[in-house]
């Protein structure tokens, strides 16, 4: 059984910054990538972050670039994902998944994971 929990979410003056951890429980995690998602009332869900299995490969969004850093724990089971510099825009629900296939190159494309945390807020005020 695979599960994901997320915390460190919560509220936060743009420009201000947070550390979002996710512990993936379940066997195999270092075979699989891993990426943080985003969703903000009324929006669909949408890639911020991903990672590949061993920590070597990284991508983001745009939108994202520069403020934010994903890594993982491989020895943990722990993802994270620092945000600095916060916007107003970053405020959403967000969630960690993991990929479908084992050892790909992971994208931010919301189909390709199927499995996912219940999510922690992220509030960003100006």
């Known amino acids: 059984q695979v599960q994901l929990v997320e915390s460190g979410g919560g509220s936060v003056q743009a420009g201000g910054s947070l550390r979002l951890s996710c512990v993936h429980s379940?066997?195999?995690?270092?075979?699989?990538?891993l990426g943080w998602f985003r969703q903000a009332p009324g929006k669909e869900r949408e890639g911020v972050a991903v990672?590949?299995?061993?920590?070597?490969?990284?991508y983001y969004a745009d939108s994202v670039k520069g403020r934010f850093t994903i890594s993982r724990d491989n020895a943990k089971n722990t993802l994270y994902l620092q945000m600095n510099s916060l916007k107003p825009e970053d405020t959403a629900m967000y969630y960690c998944a993991r990929a479908k296939r084992l050892f790909v190159t992971p994208s931010l494309v919301v189909d390709e994971y199927n499995y996912w945390g219940q999510g922690t807020q992220v509030t960003v005020s100006s």
């Open positions: 379940g066997n195999a995690y270092s075979n699989y990538a």
């Open positions: 990672i590949n299995f061993s920590g070597v490969y990284t």
